[in-house]
């Protein structure tokens, strides 16, 4: 019975081990390219939050007029908020660069700390500027089925910024179309 049963153990150890290594090695590689597309995105938590909403509007009967208010939160909200939080994030690293020096200023990462509170404090008036606009460009009921606002995961994220971008290559090449047209009428002319 021992010599059945010690091969066999030494067995199960043994695939324990490779398989083991095996998922780590997997991993590490998902891992790396889950970075290189997130890295293309830069956004941060309200960004996230806003493009979660709006992207739940697509779900809802909105009128014409409503789908273009969106549309314009959208085009007004997303852009200026990413890059405000692009500043606060490069804020944070000079604070914790400035701080690593071991002669840093106190004053001047006082005064860091200071500047990204003020980032942070107009990133946050944006947001509930845009939620207030979207609760009033569709209505109170439907505004009550986007909520609650959650935080939308990285790869929807990626998915949504695809859209966005597609969005605005069509824009641009309806306006090409729409200029060469205007163009060869004004020579029929």
Do not use: C
Not at 12 to 40: L, P, S, Y
Not at 149 to 177: F, H, S, Y
């Amino acid at each position: 019975m021992r010599l059945v049963l010690f091969p066999l153990i030494i067995l199960m150890f043994t695939a324990g081990i490779a398989i083991a290594e095996n998922e780590q090695d997997t991993g590490r590689h998902r891992e790396g390219f889950r970075k290189a597309k997130v890295a293309k995105i830069k956004s941060g938590r309200y960004s996230r939050m806003l493009m979660s909403m709006l992207h739940k509007t697509s779900r809802l009967d909105l009128s014409e007029q409503q789908d273009r208010k969106v549309k314009e939160i959208r085009a007004k909200y997303i852009g200026p908020i990413i890059q405000e939080e692009g500043k606060s994030r490069g804020l944070q690293r000079k604070f914790m660069l400035q701080l690593q020096k071991a002669d840093f200023d106190p004053a001047e990462l006082k005064t860091i700390v200071k500047e990204t509170d003020v980032v942070n404090k107009k990133i946050a008036d944006m947001f509930i500027d845009a939620m207030t606009v979207i609760r009033d460009a569709v209505g109170p009921k439907n505004y009550a089925k986007l909520t609650p606002v959650t935080r939308i995961d990285r790869n929807t994220l990626i998915k949504l910024k695809e859209q966005e971008l597609a969005r605005i290559q069509e824009r641009k090449a309806q306006k090409n179309t729409n200029t060469q047209s205007d163009s060869k009428s004004d020579k029929s002319e």
